[in-house]
């Protein structure tokens, strides 16, 4: 049995968590899923048509911003912006919601499509949903660790694209 | 899991603290949610998250009367130790009031009646032997042992002097009573016996023969002496004949080390340790005594949260690490705690009997210096 991060220690790092993203920092984004079911794809998996989401989900989240970025094209100025998105995991487990590629992410009135969606941040280097508990020198590994954060990167899309409201092309 | 926090509020029940010292008392029953509420409320509740429970908050409340206890009684243990050592361990003390007594320094001070022979707790016995004629030296050890003592003795006084010059105050024949058989014979008593003297003479004059017939002694004969090293006697003169007993006194030394230990049968005060002070009663500590128990409480408080939230020095958040504020909060209670536990000290040390026997001196004087400072009227009669 592993002596650090236990269960008992995890509720409390829960908690402060909970309280620095909803207290202190209390930044929120509105996700929506992709509804697989309604939106028609081809052969190679993207959407042929207008794509349909999920009822939206508001979540607590911490958010690096970077700057925007404006490049001048043939056919115009082009808007471009990167932000990455960290749930608390515990949030999202309690929503019923995984951020994946292709989602929508809506933060202050601008869209941004997940491109790439990890959880790489175990505490004490532990996950609880792999403990190969089957090790009998180290039983209940079950117990020990806690996956903090899923990150989304995503990229700035216009709201024309997105068809979740009414934009003018 | 999901471990609860302090929700706001308590209730509290008995056999919600460690030890249950106080769980039974109604006012601490009472005040044991009070202090929860204060304690939070100090912490930074409700605008801030405690993640402390309930049973926290109660741990340290007991710990805090008691603490606030321990100073108390250990104050007074300090100030009575001289007073209540040798009486029952069933007392409580606690509650007593101690009247000062001078029992135990009696007690203390009996080792120097030993040694000055005017009381003590070991016993001074007697014994003698006999002088053998040309024989100075004689080995009381050994006479000892031919008495059947063991662990040796201790000589602690030797009957051997020369005869009191008072007996021969009559004797024509001292050297000094010459005096007296001439002023009997000026007065036609010649013929009487010298032992009967029916001039009543001045005491100085007594002295003055007594003296005489010592310092005769002292010049013209042998003194009477004795020299003892390791209880080897060597008597002054050399005896000229055998048969005279010389009597000595003596304790035994495994008496003196058995006075040390008193091992007796009755549970008494020896140390402080087994002195009578329980816990104190909670509802008869004063708002003096509840205030620091708060302070003390909250300070407790403040180190189990700092121990909480210490325990993991970065704290890990979605994409980052944070340090929360356990530093700061242990060392406020390390802080505060060693002033509270000074201020509590200080407190009682002034109210100890020595500082408050000065103060009334001090008062006194005080007093004294004021009233001489109203103008002396002059009495005309």
């Known amino acids: 049995m592993a002596l650090f991060g236990s269960s008992r220690d995890v509720s409390m790092l829960r908690k402060v968590n909970r309280e620095l993203l909803g207290d202190i920092m209390s930044q929120q984004c509105v996700l929506y899923k992709v509804n697989l079911e309604k939106t028609v794809s081809n052969i190679y998996g993207e959407s042929t048509g207008y794509r349909y989401y999920t009822e939206p989900t508001i979540l607590y989240c911490r958010i690096t911003r970077t700057d925007p970025t404006f490049n001048n094209t043939d056919i115009g100025r082009d808007y471009s912006r990167t932000m990455t998105f960290s749930f608390l995991r515990d949030d999202l487990v309690d929503a019923s919601v995984y951020p994946e590629l292709g989602d929508i992410i809506m933060y202050q009135e601008g869209y941004f499509e997940v491109e790439q969606s990890y959880d790489n941040q175990l505490f004490v280097g532990k996950d609880p949903d792999y403990p190969y508990a089957t090790n009998p020198l180290n039983p209940g590994l079950e117990n020990f660790g806690y996956s903090v954060s899923i990150n989304c990167i995503a990229h700035y899309i216009p709201a024309d694209k997105v068809n979740l409201t009414k934009e003018r092309p | 899991m999901n471990i609860p926090i302090y929700p706001g509020s308590s209730s ?78 069933s007392s409580n003390l606690s509650t007593a009031l101690i009247t000062p007594s001078l029992a135990n320094i009696i007690r203390m001070s009996q080792q120097y009646g030993v040694e000055a022979g005017v009381g003590g707790n070991v016993t001074w016995y007697s014994g003698s032997f006999t002088t053998t004629a040309s024989i ?246």
């Open chain 2, 136 to 381: 100075q030296d004689y080995d009381l050890g050994d006479w000892a042992i031919s008495q059947s003592i063991s662990g040796g003795i201790e000589i602690k006084r030797i009957f051997h002097y020369g005869p009191p010059a008072v007996t021969r105050f009559y004797d024509p024949y001292a050297g000094t009573g010459l005096g007296t058989q001439n002023l009997m014979d000026s007065f036609g008593f010649g013929a009487y016996s010298p032992s009967v003297n029916f001039v009543l003479m001045p005491v100085n004059y007594d002295i003055q023969v007594i003296q005489a017939i010592e310092f005769n002694d002292t010049v013209r004969k042998s003194a009477y002496s004795f020299e003892l090293i390791n209880n080897k006697l060597k008597i002054f003169p050399i005896p000229d004949q055998s048969g005279v007993n010389i009597y000595f006194q003596y304790i035994k030394l495994q008496d003196r080390l058995d006075s040390i230990v008193n091992t007796g049968s009755a549970a008494v005060i020896t140390n402080p340790s087994n002195a009578g002070y329980q816990n104190p009663v909670y509802s008869r500590i004063n708002s003096i005594g509840r205030q620091w128990i708060f302070e003390y409480t909250l300070s407790l408080c403040k180190e189990i949260l700092g121990y909480v939230r210490g325990k993991y020095t970065q704290v890990p958040i979605p994409g980052a690490e944070v340090t929360l504020n356990q530093s700061d909060l242990i060392s406020a209670a390390t802080a505060e705690k060693t002033a509270l536990l000074e201020r509590l000290r200080t407190f009682l040390d002034e109210t100890s009997n020595q500082k408050m026997l000065e103060r009334k001196q001090a008062e006194t004087v005080a007093r004294q210096s004021e009233l001489g400072q109203a103008p002396m009227t002059i009495f005309i009669g």
């Open chain 2, 12 to 89: 509290f029940f008995p056999g919600n603290t460690p030890f249950g010292f106080y769980d039974n008392d109604y006012d601490f029953q009472v005040d044991a949610d009070k202090v929860a509420t204060f304690c939070a409320r100090r912490l930074g509740y409700p605008i801030m998250e405690v993640e402390l429970q309930d049973i926290n908050f109660y741990a340290a409340f007991e710990e805090a009367i008691t603490t606030y206890g321990n100073e108390l009684y250990a104050f007074q243990l300090r100030d009575n130790l001289l007073n209540v050592i040798n009486t029952p361990t």
